[in-house]
């Protein structure tokens, strides 16, 4: 494994940084990434993966083979065998077909499906169709033998873009068809590349399931909404808002809901791990988040219509940031509100520290009478 992906152009340094990160990303203590480096470089610990497409574009496969810092398309071909993906394989056809059942036969209760795209059901599914069977009975058959199966992108997941109204072809995700095999949905427009290598590494190395949401989600990564870690937050807070594109809050960097932001009600890591290894996301580039990981929000809310959040203004506590000179709350008045609360806080905490300790010292007093 060293020596392949050295021959590949992957140091020893960048290996060891992509299995911190994934070790990062799954919520694991920093003293696990030996272990996940060291699942990653057994090779004779390879499941064996099978990626099937269906309706969709084909960006989770492209956002997937253009990460880089190491190459992630170069560790996920080392550390799984990729036995067939219409978009990669060499072989089309009948060398195609032999490929996938030659691997579903060998490795049956034992490889991974990965699939790529919702899967039409009207007129019995005659919209997708690849070596003469419906898209419905190619997922059915392979997931007989999947040990999981992991639908990549929100098509997969959900049905996404084929699945919005009025849904012609009647799309839907995986979960609407296979109900007897593990699913972990890593949904995304695209989704984030490391999303699904930390997924496939934490198979690896615990020869397990990562624990998931309510949707079927890694919570490692689809633990918390993107709003809470927003680069944009501290506007939100303050009510600086962008009102239109171009506007001078717009450039300045304003937060985005004003605008239709869905990052309060979408859960991703987007805002944290980002993209393209360079720091980019939608909203540091000035585009409100439009919900790609919430089946409710996806294709179903216009990127104009806002979502409804508990706190759509700042606190009243807060000092208004437009009001004029000599108006409104003089900063000494806001200062020492915030002094009197934080001492009410602070003497309502020790007042029940000292209960506690009192309540404490009459038991000890108690036993020894007794």
């Avoid at 190491?70 to 077909?97: K, R």
Wanted: glycine share 10%; charged share 25%; with cysteine.
């Amino acid at each position: 494994m060293k020596e392949e992906t050295t021959l590949r152009g992957v140091s020893r340094r960048d290996f060891m940084k992509a299995c911190v990160t994934v070790t990062a990303m799954m919520g694991l203590p920093f003293e696990m990434a030996a272990k996940v480096a060291e699942a990653a470089e057994r090779a004779d610990n390879r499941p064996a993966v099978i990626w099937l497409h269906f309706q969709e574009c084909t960006g989770c496969s492209e956002s997937l083979l253009r990460s880089s810092h190491p190459t992630i398309a170069t560790l996920i071909l080392d550390q799984i065998s990729l036995d067939y993906h219409e978009t990669l394989m060499i072989g089309s056809g009948a060398q195609a077909e032999k490929s996938l059942h030659d691997s579903m036969k060998a490795n049956r209760g034992k490889y991974i499906l990965v699939v790529e795209g919702a899967i039409p059901t009207r007129d019995f599914g005659i919209y997708c169709k690849i070596s003469g069977k419906t898209a419905m009975e190619s997922l059915k058959h392979a997931a007989e033998g999947a040990a999981a199966i992991i639908p990549i992108g929100s098509c997969a997941s959900y049905g996404g873009i084929q699945a919005a109204e009025p849904n012609p072809t009647g799309a839907v995700g995986v979960r609407d068809l296979i109900k007897d095999k593990p699913i972990i949905n890593i949904p995304g427009c695209p989704p984030s590349p490391y999303n699904f290598l930390s997924t496939v590494m934490y198979y690896l190395t615990f020869k397990k399931l990562p624990e998931l949401d309510s949707l079927g989600r890694p919570k490692f990564a689809y633990g918390r909404r993107i709003h809470e870690h927003c680069e944009r937050r501290p506007h939100f807070d303050a009510g600086r808002f962008a009102k239109e594109y171009g506007d001078k809050g717009h450039a300045e960097g304003y937060c985005l809901y004003q605008l239709g932001c869905k990052g309060p009600a979408t859960y991703a890591n987007c805002s944290v791990q980002r993209f393209n290894d360079v720091g980019v996301w939608p909203v540091a580039a000035g585009h409100p988040c439009i919900g790609c990981t919430e089946p409710e929000i996806l294709f179903r809310k216009p990127i104009a219509e806002k979502v409804q959040i508990h706190e759509p203004t700042p606190f009243d506590a807060y000092p208004p940031v437009d009001q004029e000179k000599g108006k409104g709350p003089e900063p000494l008045t806001t200062g020492i509100l915030g002094i009197a609360a934080g001492s009410a806080l602070g003497a309502g905490g020790m007042f029940a520290r000292n209960l506690k300790q009192g309540e404490l010292k009459e038991d000890a007093d108690h036993e020894k009478t007794e």
